[in-house]
């Protein structure tokens, strides 16, 4: 069983910088990328940031310029570099992988409280 290991949120003041991080026990062989969500109080669970396993990435208009995703393929550990954070990106973030046969598979969630 995959298991996602999250780390790193808080609380920081508007325009403050957080880093995510998102390790995973082992990256299967059908497994193609990992994601970021963030989930604001009483809304629905969203798309934040991607990446695939050869590096490829995408991110919501919301959040391009201000964050940046990467990976750590010899770790399987994935960040989130979030900066020139807003209030309104406050939330659970959490962290996903897809994979084509298996899964999908959820970090634990971690805690983004900005304040203005």
């Known amino acids: 069983q995959v298991q996602l290991m999250q780390s790193g949120g808080g609380s920081v003041d508007a325009g403050g910088s957080l880093r995510l991080s998102c390790a995973a026990s082992e990256y299967p062989l059908d497994c193609y990328v990992m994601t970021w969500q963030h989930q604001a109080p009483g809304k629905e669970r969203r798309f934040v940031s991607g990446i695939k396993r050869d590096g490829g990435s995408t991110s919501a208009d919301s959040v391009k310029g201000r964050f940046t995703i990467s990976q750590d393929k010899d770790k399987n550990t994935m960040y989130l570099q979030m900066n020139s954070l807003r209030p309104e990106d406050t939330g659970m973030y959490y962290c996903?992988?897809?994979?084509?046969?298996?899964?999908?598979?959820w970090g634990q969630g971690t805690q983004v409280t900005v304040s203005s």
């Open positions: 996903k992988l897809t994979c084509s046969h298996t899964g999908p598979y």
